[in-house]
């Protein structure tokens, strides 16, 4: 959601399509150093169509979902710059630690044709309808509660395969941005040492200095397999000390260790035992 002027700004932006995006975000993350130079996109899923199948009225509509979410991120972007703005502005800035993260992957719960209301498939487990020409006008306003198709979530992934519930990469592997100007002199510096979600409180806490207390209010505490990201700060090089990693959601399994990764779609199968696992390094 977010105000119309802020969607309008995207007018006829993604209009070649989700398949032309991918190209251009994947040449610009090469650029930016985000990925390898020979890193290639992966192919279609069996949930996104090549834009050149749809119909002209099915490219507007689409392509009119994805101008909406831009201007949400717009919008949302600008509302962290105030903050940034005002940390700044009081001194503090520089002493503060900000971790920026993703929660997952770009999801296709949107279905095949996006929807004005994402509750519709919730409550009813069925994909909707190509929206009206009516409720074209509404998606982002308060009116909706839309969901971009499934398509855009694949390009949101770019250039990973699937998207958020599975456990390819395209479901887990997400963007981390880490600021503490006082303690991190590399700004905008990279770092490929595989870590989890789960690493960032065991990161926040040695930053802090501050030890994970065994008991509670008398309540004992769950382990915590966490591991500290702070030893890459001063050193992109440094030996990564996370090994392994497993996943789960909804019975999509994976398992990445020291660089080979493991990992079954359990979407399309009605039994564990028939899941087709594939490998990747």
Same mark, same amino acid.
């Given at each position: 959601?977010?105000?119309? !002027?802020?969607?309008?700004? &995207?007018?006829? /932006?993604?209009? !070649? ?25 992966? #192919? ?20 009119? *979902?994805?101008?909406? *979410? ?10 962290? #710059? ?17 971790? *920026? ?6 999801? #296709?719960?949107?279905?095949? !044709? ?5 509750? &519709?498939?919730? %409550? ?10 009516? !409720? ?27 998207? /958020? ?6 479901? =887990?592997? =997400? ?18 040492? &595989? ?21 509670? +209010? ?30 789960? %959601? ?10 080979? +990764? ?9 039994? *564990? ?6 490998? &990747?390094?």
């Amino acid at each position: 959601h977010a105000p119309k !002027e802020y969607i309008d700004r &995207y007018k006829g /932006k993604f209009d !070649e399509g989700w398949d032309v995006y991918r190209e251009k975000v994947l040449a610009r993350q090469k650029e930016m150093g985000i990925v390898p130079q020979d890193t290639v996109l992966t #192919g279609h899923n069996y949930l996104a169509d090549p834009w050149d199948t749809l119909t002209e009225k099915q490219k507007k509509v689409f392509a009119r *979902f994805m101008e909406v *979410f831009a201007g949400y991120l717009t919008y949302t972007d600008e509302q962290l #710059g105030r903050l940034l703005d005002y940390l700044k502005k009081i001194g503090q800035y520089e002493n503060t630690l900000i971790v *920026f993260i993703s929660d997952n992957g770009a999801s #296709g719960e949107g279905g095949p !044709e996006g929807c004005f209301s994402e509750y &519709y498939h919730l %409550m009813s487990m069925r994909w909707a309808n190509l929206v009206t020409d009516e !409720e074209l006008e509404l998606i982002g306003s308060p009116e909706a509660a839309n969901h971009y198709p499934r398509g855009w979530g694949w390009a949101g992934n770019t250039p990973l395969k699937m998207y /958020k519930t599975w456990c390819h990469a395209g479901g =887990v592997k =997400v963007p981390c941005i880490i600021s503490y100007p006082d303690r991190i002199k590399d700004r905008g510096g990279i770092r490929r040492q &595989y870590h989890h979600v789960i690493d960032i409180n065991r990161t926040v806490l040695d930053i802090l200095g501050i030890e994970q207390p065994d008991v509670i +209010k008398g309540v004992k505490q769950a382990e915590k397999p966490s591991i500290s990201m702070a030893y890459t700060f001063d050193d992109p090089d440094a030996p990564r000390q996370r090994l392994v990693q497993y996943y789960e %959601m909804l019975g999509n399994r994976g398992i990445w260790a020291d660089g080979w +990764k493991a990992v079954a779609d359990h979407v399309i199968s009605d039994s *564990f035992e028939e899941d087709k696992w594939e490998l &990747y390094h």
